[in-house]
């Protein structure tokens, strides 16, 4: 399946990504914001397409790699879905762009866009999101999106993060 807008498709990952999640999970802002997953090598990347690839046959959601849509061809910029994650009641939406994806709206298009999806193709009623309050960028993001911040979440071994809900 393909979401697409003006500027943005969406896709699910694939095999021949390995190089680009090598790139995004080992950016300075993923290991900030994120953290470290461990995916330093082309087996690690390709299981983390795998496990992503497999949440949409289990759950029917997951991560979707965002191309920007470009007269010289479509670029990998980032990805945008749903974790399913096991302290939640309900999907976490998730985000993570490369410097040439960021500050020119594509994240918040690129939300929009799987809010939109989640809407007609889930029976999910509601959607969460966490992030850290350092993470300005990200928290403009929820906020334009119309995440509504419930409090903090704390978790072990990690600085407490801003909790939001989105209804569907």
């Known amino acids: 399946m393909i979401i697409e807008s003006e500027r943005l498709k969406l896709r699910r990952l694939s095999r021949d990504d390995v190089d680009f999640i090598l790139a995004v999970t080992n950016d300075k802002q993923w290991l900030t914001f994120i953290g470290d997953r461990g995916i330093n ?3 690690q990347a390709s299981q983390y397409i795998t496990v992503a690839s497999d949440s949409f046959a289990a759950k029917g959601y997951g991560l979707w790699l ?3 849509i470009e007269a010289k061809g479509d670029q990998r910029i980032g990805l945008c879905g749903f974790i399913r994650r096991p302290f939640l009641t309900c999907p ?5 762009f490369l410097p040439r994806g960021r500050g020119k709206g594509y994240a918040s298009e690129a939300v929009n866009l799987v809010l939109s999806w989640a809407t007609s193709h889930t029976n999910e009623r509601q959607v969460s999101a966490i992030c850290r309050p350092d993470n300005l960028a990200s928290l403009a993001v929820l906020q334009r999106a119309g995440f509504k911040r419930m409090g903090k979440l704390f978790q072990p071994q990690q600085l407490p993060h ?5 209804p569907l």
Not at 92 to 96: H, I, M, P, T, V
Not at 162 to 166: I, K, T
């Open 66 to 68: 965002v191309e920007a």
């Open 41 to 43: 090598d082309d087996g």
């Open 162 to 166: 801003d909790f939001f809900l989105h």
């Open 92 to 96: 976490d939406l998730g985000y993570a």
